[in-house]
């Protein structure tokens, strides 16, 4: 910890951990590793940090620009943080939670433009592995292939992705029905399989057909999931991608996603990330 503790500013927020008796009672936790959870933007993080402050007290370390929130939700350990957009910004912040806050495992969350045929907006895609679509040195090396390392997919770490599934499906089965008719969505499926990354909005027909081309089984593309897993590939830190999809990359990805973001997705990331550290809260 000793990049967060030496020279950063830090700041501790109102809550029980101001006082001194709880402090001590959070001793007991101090062995347990926290789990990282970051989101691109606020709205994909629905209300994660008032339910730490409410659950534990929130202590904010201000480290390489950002906040990164340390406390408890529903009974786990969680550093929480947004990483900004694009593959670069998420790397840094990956990185980060590795470095400062060694975290056991991270968890990104928030939304995606749909690129699977059968990929509607209100879906959730869970990864299964994860691939940079805008990575090509070739000749040099296969297209998308991360140079010396000698990989294109990077594998999502199976339990965790089996969990944050299960925590959507339970979502569908539990709130499916009223959340479809309350946003005019119809009801979710959850699909699990590859996400593609890359530093581009893909907002255009001729745009997701070229991406659906070259990698047909992807189902969704966002900014900063696969780098993220090649981080966490790279130091041997579990990691897991849940994405709801908010466009389907097209024409309309613009609108559809500045709707989607403002209205749909902090209710999506509630449900879910509630559901998925309630159980493992109860590990
Ligand atoms: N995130 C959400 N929609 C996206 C899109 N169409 N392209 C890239 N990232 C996205």
Same mark, same amino acid.
Do not use: C, G, K, P
């Given at each position: 910890m000793s990049g967060v503790d030496g020279g950063e500013r830090t700041a501790q927020a109102g809550g029980p951990l101001d006082d001194p008796q709880v402090a001590n009672a959070q001793v007991t936790h101090v062995t347990q590793r926290p789990l990282g959870v970051l989101a691109a933007l606020p709205q994909e993080l629905g209300d994660l940090i008032e339910a730490m402050r409410a659950e534990s007290g929130v202590r904010t370390v201000i480290h390489g620009r950002r906040d990164y929130h340390v406390g408890t939700v529903h009974g786990v350990p969680c550093v929480v943080t947004l990483a900004r957009v694009g593959k670069v910004a998420a790397a840094a912040t990956v990185s980060a939670l590795i470095h &400062?806050? !060694?975290?056991e495992a991270v968890v990104f969350t928030g939304v995606a433009g749909g690129v699977g045929e059968q990929v509607r907006v209100g879906d959730i895609v869970v990864a299964n592995a994860l691939l940079q679509h805008d990575l090509d040195a070739s000749p040099l090396f296969p297209r998308f292939e991360v140079p010396l390392l000698g990989m294109s997919r990077f594998a999502a770490d199976a339990a965790l992705a089996a969990q944050l599934a299960q925590a959507c499906e339970r979502f569908i089965a539990d709130e499916g029905a009223a959340s479809a008719a309350r946003f005019g969505t119809r009801e979710a499926r959850v699909h699990r399989g590859l996400i593609i990354s890359g530093d581009q909005f893909v907002a255009s027909a001729a745009g997701v057909r070229a991406l659906r081309d070259a990698l047909p089984d992807a189902l969704a593309v966002e900014m900063e999931g696969a780098a993220i897993a090649q981080v966490c590939h790279e130091y041997g830190v579990p990691c897991a991608v849940v994405r709801t999809i908010? !466009?389907?990359? !097209? !024409?309309? &990805?613009p609108a559809s996603f500045v709707s989607f973001l403002t209205e749909i997705a902090g209710t999506y990331s509630n449900a879910i990330l509630t559901r998925f550290l309630k159980a493992r809260g109860e590990r």
């Open positions: &400062a806050f !060694d975290v908010s !466009d389907t990359a !097209d !024409d309309h &990805a």
